[in-house]
């Protein structure tokens, strides 16, 4: 499932995938793969990815149910 909330709060922030993975310390591509829902983050990598947007691991990461 892609991650829309991520890239919805990098944008608002003003941020390209580069400057947020440098940032947090992961590649580019990484970040690409996180908002495609195409890799599943450490936990260690989504706080750090929420304390740099400003966000709670909920608005950023939590899937509601269908």
């Known amino acids: ?3 829309l909330k ?3 709060a990098r944008v608002e922030h003003d941020l390209s995938q580069a400057e ?3 940032k947090v310390g992961v590649t ?3 970040i690409g ?3 495609q829902g195409k890799y ?3 936990l260690q ?3 750090s990815i929420c304390k740099t947007l400003n ?3 909920d608005e950023l990461f939590w899937q509601k149910e269908d």
Do not use: Y
């Open 1 to 3: 499932m892609k991650n």
């Open 45 to 47: 990598l989504c706080i």
């Open 28 to 30: 580019r591509q990484t």
């Open 40 to 42: 599943n983050p450490s």
């Open 33 to 35: 793969l996180i908002e």
């Open 55 to 57: 966000k709670t691991l």
């Open 6 to 8: 991520l890239k919805v």
């Open 20 to 22: 947020l993975a440098e």
